[in-house]
């Protein structure tokens, strides 16, 4: 059986990720119910154990192609992205990270469509429907809104560092000029 690390409740300051401490599993303590695993073993195999047609005595490629559904909305998609990475909007602060997200979720939807229909694999080319596209958009959306809610908040955290370091230049240079004694005050205004 394989040692999983979890952390349990307690193991983790609420006030800091510094005091994180993992918790192996115990002697003959249950892990993972490997029967829910082996349907997904048993996919993960068929794709590594299937081979692409090949051309010419050369390994082969396998093409999945969008279906004319899911193209259209994938285009909308892209366009209604495009718009809200316009100057103004609202994700017109994170275009290097939204920009990428139309394209990435077609992969997953590509990996999504060979994970439901392996078999497949075994053919040059295959089309990917409508409902697999809206899944992988789905996740695509929840993925961009993660990433955007992150940026967002590294910023937040940079920008408040920024200020708090700053606030503390002022506060020590205004104590640094309070400390002093008054004749040493007055002698610099002369």
């Known amino acids: ?31 993972l119910d490997e029967s829910l695993l082996q ?44 718009m809200r990475m316009a100057t103004g909007r609202d994700l017109a602060g994170v275009r290097g990270i939204a920009s990428h997200a139309v394209s990435n979720t077609v992969r997953v939807a590509m990996v999504l469509h060979l994970m439901d229909h392996p078999h497949l694999l075994a053919e040059e080319e295959s089309e990917l429907d409508l409902a697999t596209w809206e899944r992988a958009k789905m996740l695509g959306e929840y993925h961009l809104a993660e990433a955007v809610r992150i940026q967002r908040m590294a910023d937040s955290m940079a920008s408040s560092a920024k200020h708090h370091a ?4 002022v506060t020590a240079s205004f104590l640094a000029g309070h400390r002093r004694h008054p004749d040493q005050i007055n002698q610099q205004e002369d």
């Not at 700053?166 to 230049?169: D, G, L, Q």
Request: aromatic share 4%; net charge negative.
């Open 1 to 31: 059986m394989a040692v999983t690390v979890l952390p349990h409740e307690g193991a983790i300051d609420d006030k800091s990720d510094t005091n994180f401490q993992p918790v192996a599993e115990e002697h003959l303590e249950p892990g």
């Open 39 to 82: 349907p997904y073993e048993k996919t993960i195999l068929a794709l590594l154990n299937t081979k692409p047609p090949g051309k010419n005595g050369k390994p082969g490629c396998h093409l999945v192609r969008l279906s004319l559904e899911a193209q259209e909305s994938r285009r909308q998609w892209h366009n209604a992205l495009e």
């Open 166 to 169: 700053a606030i503390k230049r």
